[in-house]
C-alpha cells in the first residue's frame, strides 16, 4: 500500500511535489491506514545517463538528488519506490536500465530505493522474444535482490500478453519472480464514462488468476483513485474501484493529489475494512450469478464471508442468494455495510441494483 506519483503529476514529479505528497500522507493519516510507499514514476531521471553511465535524477526537478528525497521520506517514517523499464527507454522515452541491471539494482540500494518498478516498454531490440523478455526481468530480479534482499520488485511483463495466449504463461513467470505484476493497461482515467467499464472489466478478465496471489506476490490492477476527484470519477465509482481491488487484493496504490481529495474520499481510502478484506492474504476464487447480479466471495478476516455483489446487466437487477450459497452454515446471519457501515440481521440475502451498481457486505452467521 502506498502511493504513486503517475496519473496525477505525470513527468511534472518534482522534489516539492513529491515531499509534500509524503507529508500529506503521514498529516491526512493515510500511512498510519497502511499507505507508506512512496513511489515515484516514469520522469524522475535525467535525459541521458551521467558521464560514468550511471542512472542519475533529473537535476532541474531534483536538485538535492535521488538519495537525499529518499532520506527525507524514510525521515517521514515511510517507505522509497522508483521506476524504470526493462528496455533502454521509459514509456516517455527517458534512460532505462537495458544493459545495466546490476549497475542500477547497485544504485537503487544504494539510494535506498525499498521499491522497483519495472516497466516493459521502451527500446527492446527487435525481435526480442517473450521467453527472453522473460528471462531479463527474472534476471533484473535477482539484481535487484543481490542489492537490496528487502527489496518489493514490481513489473509489468504481463500487461503486452494481454489477450493473447501467452498471457498466463507472463503472470506464472511474474509470480514466481516478482512480488507484484500488473495484470491490467493503463487506466487513463480521462472520462467517467470510462470508469465503470474499466473498473468492472477486471471482474471478467482477472478473476481466474487467483491462483497466482498469495502473500508476498499479488495481481496488480493498477492505481487507485487515479487523479481523483479532477479525473471526474463520484465517490461511488471510487468505492466500486476500491471494492474491486479489495476482493482481487490488489495493492493499494494511491494516485492522487492527497491534498486535494475530499474527506469522504479520504475516508474510503481509509476504511479499515475495506483495507482488511484487500490484505486479507487471498484473492477472491468463489463467484455465483444470480441473473445479472454477480456475487464474489472470500474469507473475511472478521470470520464470515466479504461478498461483492455486481449488477453486470444493462437495467435494475434483483438477486437471491441463500446464506448457504454465501458460505454462511448457520440459519441466520449480520450483514455488515463495508461502505455505509449498517448491519442488518438477515436469514437469506436480497440485493435490488442498479445497472453498474456494487454492494459490498461482511457476512457473518450467528
Ligand atoms: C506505462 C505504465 C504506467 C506508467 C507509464 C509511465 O504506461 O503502464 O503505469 O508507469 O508507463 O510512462
Redesign the pocket.
Known sequence: MGY?T?YQF??GITESVVLRQAELLVSSGLAAAGYTCVNL???WMATERDPNGELAGDAAKFPHGIGWLAEQIHALGLRFGL?T?IGTR???SLPASWDHYDQDARTFAAWGVDFV?V?D?GGLPQGTTVAALTEHFREFGDCLRRHNPRVVYSQ?LP?HQIGKPSFRAAVQASAQSAHMW?VA??ENPLSREYAYPMILGHLAADLDLHPFAGPGHWNDL??VAPNFPASGWTLADLRTQLSVWAMEASPLLISADIGALPPEALAALKNPHLIAIDQSGEQCSTVIMQGDIEALMKPDPDGGTAVLFVNLGTGEATGHFALSQLGIASARASAHDVWTGETTALSAVSVTLAAGQTLLLHIKGH
Open positions: 504513486n503517475w505525470r513527468t514514476d516514469d520522469g521506476y523499464a521509459t514509456c516517455q518498478k516497466d516498454c509489468e500487461i500488473r493497461h493503463d493498477d492505481m
